[in-house]
């Protein structure tokens, strides 16, 4: 069973990331379009055909891949967690959530990427450090 979600986990990241290139391929060709990379005020373009919606404003990203305004810094939950799992061997993902005060969900992408970056190792349910 544990072979089944890690292969299902690891295809949805897969797709995840095959989605995240296209829409960013998407996003450079609708700016190019637009002219500037700046949709006009409102959010919307202007269609020629008449009662036909417009589709809303795709916010640009930034060189770094990310859009504006979030002011995340890259990996800063994955170290947080490795931080963590190096103290506390054989810890869960609950308990790792309820230690960094998060929703679990957000773990359930970042211990596996962690796991396939070799970083730490899965036993059951717990996370251990390779090191």
Same mark, same amino acid.
């Given at each position: 069973?544990?072979?089944?979600?890690?292969?299902?986990?690891?295809?949805?990241?897969?797709? !995840?990331?095959? !989605?995240?290139?296209?829409?960013?391929?998407?996003?450079?060709? @609708?700016?190019?379009?637009?002219?500037?990379?700046?949709?006009?005020?409102?959010?919307?373009?202007?269609?020629?055909?008449?009662?036909?919606?417009?589709?809303?404003?795709?916010?640009?990203?930034?060189?770094?891949?990310?859009?504006?305004?979030?002011?995340?810094?890259?990996?800063?939950?994955?170290?947080?967690? !490795?931080? !963590?799992?190096?103290?506390?061997?054989?810890?869960?993902?609950?308990?790792?959530?309820?230690?960094?005060?998060?929703?679990?969900? =957000?773990? =359930? @992408?970042?211990?596996?990427?962690?796991?396939?970056?070799?970083?730490?190792? @899965?036993?059951?349910?717990?996370?251990?450090?390779?090191?």
């Amino acid at each position: 069973m544990t072979t089944f979600v890690d292969s299902t986990l690891k295809e949805i990241d897969d797709r !995840l990331r095959e !989605l995240g290139d296209e829409v960013s391929r998407l996003e450079a060709a @609708r700016a190019a379009l637009v002219g500037n990379g700046r949709a006009p005020a409102g959010g919307r373009t202007r269609r020629s055909t008449a009662g036909a919606s417009a589709a809303p404003a795709v916010p640009e990203q930034t060189s770094a891949g990310r859009r504006p305004g979030r002011g995340r810094r890259a990996g800063t939950r994955a170290t947080q967690a !490795l931080e !963590l799992v190096e103290k506390q061997p054989g810890i869960t993902i609950p308990e790792l959530a309820k230690e960094m005060e998060i929703e679990p969900n =957000y773990l =359930y @992408r970042v211990m596996p990427k962690l796991e396939s970056d070799g970083q730490v190792r @899965r036993d059951g349910q717990g996370w251990h450090p390779v090191s």
